[in-house]
T-cell receptor
Framework: GQQLNQSPQSMFIQEGEDVSMNCTSS?????WLWYKQDPGEGPVLLIA?????ELTSNGRLTAQFGITRKDSFLNISASIPSDVGIYFC?????????????FGKGTKLSVKP | GAGVSQSPSNKVTEKGKDVELRCDPI?????LYWYRQSLGQGLEFLIY????????KSGLPSDRFSAERTGGSVSTLTIQRTQQEDSAVYLC?????????????FGPGTRLTVT
C-alpha cells in the first residue's frame, strides 16, 4: 500500500544532541501524527497536527505540519538514552473511504550514553 | 482507564492452521483498526471498524483474513490456513469520535510466527 517517505532511516547520535527527522508525501494530508515504538510494544502517540503550518511541542519534542500539507518534521532537543526507539510519522486524508493512517517506515534512533 | 489490550501476546502455529487474535479497545472508543507490522517495516493497514458502519476491509491481503467486531467493542482477527508469510506482529488500535478519530491508540500487538 501507499507509504510515506520518512528519513533518515536510522540515526546514531551523541546524548545531548538535537535530532531532526521528516516525512514527505506525494499526497496532501489533513492530519499528521508522530508515534514512537519501543521494542515489543505498540506505537505510542507523541504529537498530532491538524493545521498546515501548525507547530506543536510535547516536552523536548516539537513537530510541524508543513505549509504544503505534504510534509512534516519532528525535532527532539537534548536527546537522552530513553529516546531510543523507532519513530513513525503517519498521515491521514479527509474524504477517503478509509479511516486508516498511512505510515512511514520509521526512523530508528540510537543514542550513545 | 485501561489501554488497548491484545491477546495472545505471542502465537506460534503450524502452517495451514487457523488462528484467532483478539483486541479489546479502549472503553468508549468507536473506531477500531487492525494493522500488520513485518520485521523492520512500517505498519500495514488491514481493516477498520467505525461504529455500526460496514467495516473497511480494503487492506486485507487475501480472503484468508477476516475480522469481526462484536457489540461495537471486542474484535477478533482470524487468519485461515496460515502461511509463513503471515508471520508478523498484528497491532490493534482504537480511537474516539470527532477530532479524536485521527488519534489512534495502539495495543502491544500479537507476535504471530508460522512454522
Amino acid at each position: 500500500g501507499q507509504q510515506l517517505n520518512q528519513s533518515p532511516q536510522s540515526m546514531f547520535i551523541q546524548e545531548g544532541e538535537d535530532v531532526s527527522m521528516n516525512c514527505t508525501s506525494s499526497s496532501i494530508f489533513n492530519t499528521w501524527l508522530w508515534y514512537k515504538q519501543d521494542p515489543g510494544e505498540g506505537p505510542v502517540l507523541l504529537i498530532a497536527l491538524y493545521k498546515a503550518g501548525e507547530l506543536t511541542s510535547n516536552g523536548r519534542l516539537t513537530a510541524q505540519f508543513g505549509i504544503t500539507r505534504k510534509d512534516s518534521f519532528l525535532n527532539i532537543s537534548a536527546s537522552i538514552p530513553s529516546d531510543v526507539g523507532i519513530y513513525f510519522c503517519a498521515g491521514m486524508n479527509y474524504g477517503g473511504s478509509q479511516g486508516n493512517l498511512i505510515f512511514g517506515k520509521g526512523t530508528k534512533l540510537s543514542v550513545k550514553p | 482507564g485501561a489501554g488497548v489490550s491484545q491477546s495472545p501476546s505471542n502465537k506460534v502455529t503450524e502452517k495451514g492452521k487457523d488462528v484467532e487474535l483478539r483486541c479489546d479497545p479502549i472503553s468508549g472508543h468507536t473506531a477500531l483498526y487492525w494493522y500488520r507490522q513485518s520485521l523492520g517495516q512500517g505498519l500495514e493497514f488491514l481493516i477498520y471498524f467505525q461504529g455500526n458502519s460496514a467495516p473497511d476491509k480494503s487492506g486485507l491481503p487475501s480472503d484468508r483474513f477476516s475480522a469481526e467486531r462484536t457489540g461495537g467493542s471486542v474484535s477478533t482477527l482470524t487468519i485461515q490456513r496460515t502461511q509463513q508469510e503471515d508471520s508478523a506482529v498484528y497491532l490493534c488500535a482504537s480511537s474516539s469520535s470527532g477530532t479524536g478519530l485521527y488519534e489512534q491508540y495502539f495495543g502491544p500487538g500479537t507476535r504471530l510466527t508460522v512454522t
